[in-house]
């Protein structure tokens, strides 16, 4: 008797067949080319999300002083250093240059909340390709990108590297749990992963970089509050909100049945008073953590699943030649 053979790995390159319900690795790295025409960082255009009075949040490339030297013609006048000039009886600047580069962390969510669906995509490959394109545009502008993907199990962490190679690291880590994700899979769903990932980020995004959140935000409480303030004080943060039409409204389709790993459940969603408390539920969940965020300054980027997210993020965060 022939033994058992342990189960096969997620294939990256290789998915199943099913557009829509698993990403393509072909099709993330396609999306290099549709990385344009908005920025994660600071200069947004008017119309941007994060134009207003979130923009000056964003702390974009800072300025390292590099010496004190004599005023030469053409010097701004905003940085002559008036102590040295008048203990000298000299004209004196300060001379700084530009930091040349920034990390991105991207906290990437493919837990089974994800794996859900009505239209066109599962919230797990709206994130995956937001992901993906973030990775792309962040390398164009000649900033690092680093990675923290969490399922319901564990986070695999991808330092950050400002170069192709490190963002075909950070897509094939997603992919890996992506198709892993499956109605019939084992695990069950741990919405404690949310905080696991905020803890591992404060001790990861030190000072001055950007981390951007792309989740449904399942599992969030008043430690994640907590946390996300922690990253905030020096950093910034983007969140972006990865969500489903289904589970915003539920249609008047009569009796339906809805069902995960645990078991089913048939509703009459011709019953207008439970719509409208569904409504209202996810309404009010969602305002409030909005209404959290924004008060941390945090820009909230919404995403749905019906609509191509390359298109979806260039109107949110502006549509400009970069």
Same mark, same amino acid.
């Given at each position: 008797m022939s033994e058992p053979q342990p189960p096969s790995q997620p294939d990256p390159v290789n998915p199943p067949a099913a557009p829509g319900v698993y990403a393509n690795l072909a099709d993330l790295v396609a999306l290099q080319y549709q990385a344009r025409g908005f920025s994660l960082l600071p200069r947004q255009p008017v119309h941007s999300l994060l134009a207003g009075r979130h923009a000056s949040r964003l702390r974009g490339r800072g300025l390292n002083f590099e010496e004190i030297r004599r005023y030469q013609p053409g010097d701004d006048i905003r940085q002559i250093d008036w102590k040295v000039t008048v203990r000298t009886r000299k004209t004196h600047s300060r001379v700084y240059t530009e930091e040349r580069e920034r990390s991105v962390f991207l906290l990437v969510d493919q837990r089974s909340s994800m794996f859900f669906g009505s239209v066109q995509n599962m919230k797990s490959v709206t994130a995956t390709e937001a992901a993906a394109l973030a990775a792309w545009r962040v390398i164009t502008q000649k900033d690092r990108v680093g990675a923290l993907v969490f399922d319901d199990q564990s986070i695999e962490e991808i330092p950050p590297h400002r170069s192709r190679s490190g963002v075909m690291r950070i897509l094939n880590a997603i992919l890996q749990k992506n198709h892993a994700l499956s109605?019939?899979?084992?695990?069950?769903?741990?919405?404690?992963?949310?905080? $696991?990932?905020? /803890?591992?980020?404060?001790?990861?995004?030190?000072?001055?970089? &950007?981390?951007?959140?792309?989740?449904? @935000?399942?599992?969030?409480?008043?430690?994640?509050?907590?946390?996300?303030?922690?990253?905030?004080?020096?950093?910034?943060?983007?969140?972006?909100?990865?969500?489903?039409?289904?589970?915003?409204?539920?249609?008047?389709?009569?009796?339906?049945?809805?069902?995960?790993?645990?078991?089913q459940m048939e509703i009459?969603?011709?019953?207008?008073?439970?719509?409208?408390?569904?409504?209202?539920?996810?309404?009010?969940?969602? $305002?409030?953590? /909005?209404?959290?965020?924004?008060?941390?300054?945090?820009?909230? &980027?919404?995403?749905?699943?019906?609509? @191509?997210?390359?298109?979806?993020?260039?109107?949110?965060?502006?549509?400009?030649?970069?």
């Open positions: 109605v019939a899979a084992t695990a069950q769903a741990n919405a404690g992963m949310f905080n $696991e990932v905020l /803890r591992r980020c404060v001790n990861l995004a030190r000072h001055d970089c &950007l981390v951007c959140i792309i989740s449904d @935000g399942a599992g969030h409480d008043e430690e994640s509050q907590h946390l996300l303030t922690r990253i905030s004080q020096h950093n910034d943060v983007l969140f972006v909100f990865v969500n489903d039409p289904l589970e915003c409204e539920l249609p008047d389709a009569g009796p339906l049945i809805f069902g995960d790993k645990t078991g009459n969603t011709s019953n207008r008073s439970l719509r409208e408390r569904y409504r209202e539920t996810f309404a009010e969940q969602r $305002e409030a953590g /909005r209404k959290f965020l924004l008060h941390r300054e945090t820009p909230v &980027l919404s995403l749905t699943t019906t609509l @191509g997210v390359a298109t979806q993020i260039r109107h949110h965060l502006g549509s400009r030649k970069l």
